[in-house]
């Protein structure tokens, strides 16, 4: 079964023309680097042809929604499943308004490491189009195959969203399959859950001398959307600018915490990690906490209630 | 170019030799990626390394460093600065890398207030570089005018020859010394020294780009380029040549101690003062600071530009903000 | 060590060291140095003490953040971390001769009360001084003792003094510190303009000083940005090619305009 993935300028250019949005954000190509697609937005129709749409399109595009609808402008998003789950996600949150967003949902053939490709198949590239053939994406009209087992970003691996939720309307495809890559989310967890404490810390302490504290976790992050960050601040010192091992912990699991029946699983922290940091693992621990100790069938997709994210004078628990 | 020529095996023994008693730091594989880490002693590098993901900045100007301790005795405080500086060899440093630490010696250097605390630390570390068989396809070296098999800061420098086979010169006192402990008369070797693979698209020559960044300063291309900034601290923190730092107390209750740590012109606060006047207010200001601090105003300032091309900014950046993309936005290409 | 509110509300107070006599240190009026509150931090203040009276080692500090406010609440007595002095300061060489038009607004008459009472202190080798200077309130202008006492008492010294609003006993001119300038109109024949304030106060009198025919390289201010290490490395301070703390605080307008307008 194979699919191919469409022109995104005729949609985008439909959205601008009927006045349903303001301006469009997708990604384009970078002229000078084969393999990158940016973040980019559109405000006129005869722009649309800046957008691409390709198994490339790794950065997410939920954070950037966050300053862009202020002044009441209304968005259109090229939405993949992770995008339209971290736009949700800010608007769960009151960060952005419902009505300020277009979501235009896109059937996702999972991410390609650009730059692994580049380095193994630079040929790849010259092509005019993509089709998603189940384990292969593949380039029209060279007939090109890149393997998904070889290439595909990290952040796909555990995606449950390959066909958008919760979006203003779905690219029509035919033919499309959207099994997830993995069926299990939750395996590093449970090997980590598997192994002694000091193991354990072990595993941890050697990621937190090798983070670098660039926060692009954060930054990148749709769940953390708070104005003005408590581990960034002075009063109280809550969090050191010094970095060793005792404050790694506490800005790593800090914003697990805080972030927990947060996290909508993009991945983007992971991939915008400099030097691997198991961030994934972290996340998904508390999304396993999420279903184990409270029920919640899918953590990752931000829902009307959410334990953490409401005070009810009922709860079973009480402050002490 | 003279050589002493040596086989894998034997130059790690000499190096061994040379540094013993050293720390011994080295570009280690951790997961996927390479780092700059402390082991036992020197490596051969497989054939696809190319350089480490964060470079060796940090054994030079660490992450986070206490720069004095204080304690209170009876309304009195006593200071004392930090010391105690270990003997380092740094090794397998790539010229951009290398450049990079000429550039930060230049400027911990500078009158009227050298920073003793780095050129102490500097003094203490050897470096060995080597130099580049092959490019990344995100280094752009020639570019900003470093060549990839110069020795720039190295004490030595080695040149991966065929096969098992090695060349390696000296460059100070220090390379001169381990040199001569290793047997064998010079020689000369050809070296071909990689090609990178991207050039940048340059508007003016090196010596000009200043003068033609500090006139496109109000140019609508910085805000088109930095909307998508997210304000991490990424780029700054790989990049070989940031150097900024930030000084806070940790205080222990009587006791403590004034740190630095690394900072970032991209992180939100950075140019923040306390009575809540910021000059740098939103991501476009930072984005072009950090861009025209690389470009134009060190060297106006210095006389050379801060930037070696290693080309960790356009392989990490999560959004694709980075050198090439802002020469071509601030070009009038007009994407 | 003695601390002195200098404003009704206690938001700017003065700090007075007493170094022993081998930690004193020589300076030039408009220079800088760092204090430290051991625990908390430190901030880079202003002398505004001028170097002929040594014995009175003075910083004005204005309560803003951490570090001030822990200076703020400091008792006489208690033991602080001095380092410096740093940065350029006034070209008092240069000035020889000239006349002085000082403009000011709030805490920015700190630096340069290093400055005038420096030229107080060494008066016959400067000509006539003109200080302009301003506040939100009567109560938040600074150094009264000097502003109302002993300034006007100096030879060839004129002291304007103006609020934004007055309060039941001010009698003088009400106004905003730019426009008052101008209708003084002091004349720029043989005259060097200084000064500091808000950031938006200092904007309107570089525009006030042009109008009344101030060149650029007759107009001296002092730039504020944040400050960390003071020694030109940390790069918090860093403007155009110039670090803050090495190469100013004193710039031109000369230089001013060179700079990128990130101030």
């Known amino acids: 079964m194979s699919w191919a993935l469409p022109a995104v300028d005729a949609l985008a250019a439909r959205l601008l023309e009927d006045r349903l949005v303001d301006a469009v954000l997708g990604w384009a190509r970078d002229p000078d680097l084969p393999w990158q697609r940016y973040p980019h937005r559109v405000d006129e129709p005869s722009r649309v042809g800046e957008l691409v749409w390709d198994p490339f399109c790794a950065p997410g595009l939920a954070k950037l929604v966050f300053r862009m609808t202020e002044g009441g402008l209304k968005l259109g998003v090229l939405a993949r499943g992770c995008d339209a789950l971290g736009v949700w996600r800010l608007i769960h949150d009151r960060r952005i308004a419902r009505e300020n967003v277009y979501l235009l949902g896109l059937p996702c053939p999972g991410m390609a490491d650009g730059v692994r490709v580049w380095e193994e198949c630079p040929e790849a590239f010259d092509a005019a189009g993509w089709e998603d053939h189940g384990s292969h994406w593949v380039a029209v009209p060279t007939g090109i195959r890149l393997p998904k087992e070889r290439f595909l970003l990290d952040k796909c691996l555990q995606c449950q969203v390959r066909w958008p939720r919760q979006c203003d309307e779905v690219l029509a495809v035919q033919g499309g399959s959207w099994n997830p890559f993995c069926e299990d989310r939750y395996r590093q967890v449970r090997q980590l859950e598997e192994l002694p404490l000091p193991q354990r810390f072990d595993f941890w302490r050697g990621w937190f001398e090798r983070c670098l504290r660039c926060f692009a976790c954060r930054q990148v992050c749709p769940a953390c959307n708070c104005e003005s960050c408590s581990l960034d601040q002075f009063e109280p010192n809550w969090l050191e600018r010094e970095v060793g091992v005792a404050t790694q912990f506490i800005f790593h699991f800090t914003r697990a915490l805080h972030v927990a029946g947060r996290c909508v699983d993009c991945g983007e922290c992971q991939r915008a990690c400099p030097v691997g940091f198991p961030l994934g693992a972290l996340n998904r621990k508390m999304m396993k906490d999420m279903e184990d100790l409270f029920g919640v069938r899918e953590p990752f997709v931000p829902q009307e209630s959410e334990p953490l994210g409401e005070f009810a004078l009922d709860d079973p628990d009480e402050f002490r | ?335 | 060590m003695e601390v002195r509110p200098e404003t009704a509300s206690g938001d700017i107070k003065t700090l007075r060291v007493r170094l022993p006599e081998e930690d004193r240190f020589s300076f030039r009026p408009g220079q800088c140095a760092m204090l430290s509150v051991f625990g908390v931090g430190e901030c880079m203040i202003s002398i505004s003490s001028p170097p002929t009276r040594p014995e009175e080692l003075e910083f004005s500090v204005k309560r803003v953040g951490r570090v001030t406010a822990a200076l703020h609440e400091l008792e006489p007595g208690e033991c602080i971390g001095i380092r410096g002095p740093y940065g350029n300061g006034f070209p008092v060489e240069e000035l020889r001769g000239k006349g002085l038009l000082v403009v000011a607004g709030g805490i920015g008459l700190a630096p340069l009360r290093s400055l005038v009472n420096y030229v107080v202190d060494r008066r016959e080798e400067y000509g006539p001084m003109r200080i302009v200077y301003g506040a939100r309130t009567p109560q938040d202008l600074c150094f009264k003792e000097e502003i109302f006492r002993s300034w006007p008492g100096v030879p060839q010294v004129e002291v304007h003094l103006t609020v934004d609003q007055g309060d039941e006993e001010w009698t003088g001119p009400v106004g905003l510190v730019p426009s008052f300038l101008e209708e003084l109109a002091p004349s720029p024949e043989g005259v060097v303009a200084l000064t500091c304030g808000p950031p938006i106060m200092i904007k309107f009198v570089l525009e006030a000083l042009q109008n009344l025919g101030f060149d650029d390289h007759q107009v001296l201010t002092t730039l504020e940005l944040k400050m960390q290490c003071g020694i030109g490395k940390c790069g918090r301070c860093n403007i155009g090619s110039r670090y803050v703390c090495v190469d100013g605080p004193v710039f031109s307008l000369k230089e001013l305009r060179q700079m990128p307008a990130e101030y």
């Open chain 2, 1 to 335: 170019m003279a050589v002493k020529l040596v086989r894998g095996s034997d130059m790690l023994r000499w190096l061994r030799r040379c540094g013993e008693g050293r720390r011994w730091v080295v570009p280690a594989k951790e997961d996927r990626h390479w780092l700059f880490a402390e082991r036992d002693g020197p490596v051969v590098f497989p054939p696809d390394y190319r350089n480490a993901t964060v470079g060796p900045k940090g054994w030079l100007l660490p992450r986070s460093e206490p720069i004095l301790y204080y304690r209170w005795t009876g309304g009195r405080v006593s200071v004392t600065p930090a010391q105690g500086w270990r003997p380092q060899v740094i090794y397998g440093v790539r010229p951009c890398d290398l450049k990079a630490i000429a550039l930060l010696d230049s400027i911990m250097a500078s009158e009227p207030w050298p920073e003793t605390q780095y050129l102490t630390r500097r003094a203490h570390t050897v470096l060995v570089g080597m130099a580049c068989t092959a490019a990344s396809s995100c280094c752009f070296c020639t570019s900003m005018g470093v060549h990839p098999a110069e020795s720039y800061a190295a004490d030595l420098m080695i040149y991966p020859l065929q096969g098992e086979e090695y060349g390696v010169a000296a460059f100070s006192e220090v390379g001169r010394e381990w040199l001569a402990q290793l047997e064998g008369e010079e020689a000369d070797a050809a070296f071909s020294p990689a090609v990178p693979a991207l050039s940048l698209p340059m508007p003016t020559s090196l010596e000009d780009l200043p003068g033609w960044l500090e006139r496109r300063f109000d140019d609508p291309g910085w805000q088109r380029l930095a909307w998508r900034c997210l304000s991490c601290g990424l780029c700054a923190y790989l990049c070989p040549t940031c150097y900024c730092y930030g000084i806070s107390d940790v205080d222990r209750g009587g006791a403590g101690r004034r740190v630095r740590w690394w900072d970032a012109c991209t992180l939100p606060d950075f140019s923040r003062m306390a009575g809540g006047h910021d000059p740098r207010p939103t991501t476009t200001e930072r984005v072009r600071q950090r861009i025209m601090h690389k470009l134009a105003y060190h060297p106006a300032r210095q006389g050379e530009i801060l930037c070696t091309g290693c080309g960790r900014c356009i392989e990490y950046c999560p959004m694709g903000i980075h050198l090439p993309a802002a020469l071509r936005l601030l070009g009038g290409d007009g994407r």
